[in-house]
C-alpha cells in the first residue's frame, strides 16, 4: 500500500515561516503531480501549490511570492516552504500525489492525513 506523510505544521506568529513535508511509500512506481491543498473551518479545500515531475509549478494567488513548492525525487518527498505567514493561512494542509503504480504508466491519486497549520496575530 501506498502513504504520504505529512510533517511541520504547527502555530507561528504572523510574518513567521514553516516547512511542511511530505513522504511517500510503498510500492510506487512512479510519481507524477505533487502538491499540497488546505481545508479552512467552513470552507472548501483549495489547492495551494503543486508541481509536476518536469518542475513545473502551479501557485493559488493567495501564496504567490510567499510560499515555494519543491520536491525531491530521490526520497519521493514534496515540500512546502511557507514565509511570510497571515492569520487567513491557518488550515489544515494536506499533500496529495498521483502515483503510478506498474509500468502500465496509470497513476492514482493519494492523499496525506493532513496537518494543522495555525497562523497567530
Known amino acids: 500500500q501506498v502513504q504520504l506523510v505529512e510533517s511541520g505544521g504547527g502555530l507561528v506568529q504572523a510574518g513567521g515561516s514553516l516547512r511542511l513535508s511530505c513522504a511517500a511509500s510503498?510500492?510506487?512506481?512512479?510519481?507524477?503531480?505533487m502538491g499540497w491543498y488546505r481545508q479552512a473551518p467552513g470552507k472548501q479545500r483549495e489547492l495551494v501549490a503543486t508541481?509536476?515531475?518536469?518542475?513545473?509549478?502551479r501557485y493559488a494567488d493567495s501564496v504567490k511570492g510567499r510560499f515555494t513548492v519543491h520536491r525531491d525525487n530521490a526520497k519521493n518527498t514534496v515540500y512546502l516552504q511557507m514565509n511570510s505567514l497571515k492569520p487567513e493561512d491557518t488550515a489544515v494542509y494536506y499533500c496529495?500525489?498521483?502515483?503510478?503504480?506498474?509500468?502500465?504508466?496509470?497513476?492514482?491519486?493519494?492523499w496525506g492525513q493532513g496537518t494543522q497549520v495555525t497562523v497567530s496575530s
Open positions: 508541481i509536476t515531475n518536469g518542475d513545473s509549478t
Open positions: 510503498g510500492r510506487i512506481f512512479s510519481i507524477n503531480t
Open positions: 496529495n500525489a498521483r502515483i503510478v503504480l506498474s509500468s502500465s504508466g496509470y497513476d492514482y491519486d493519494y
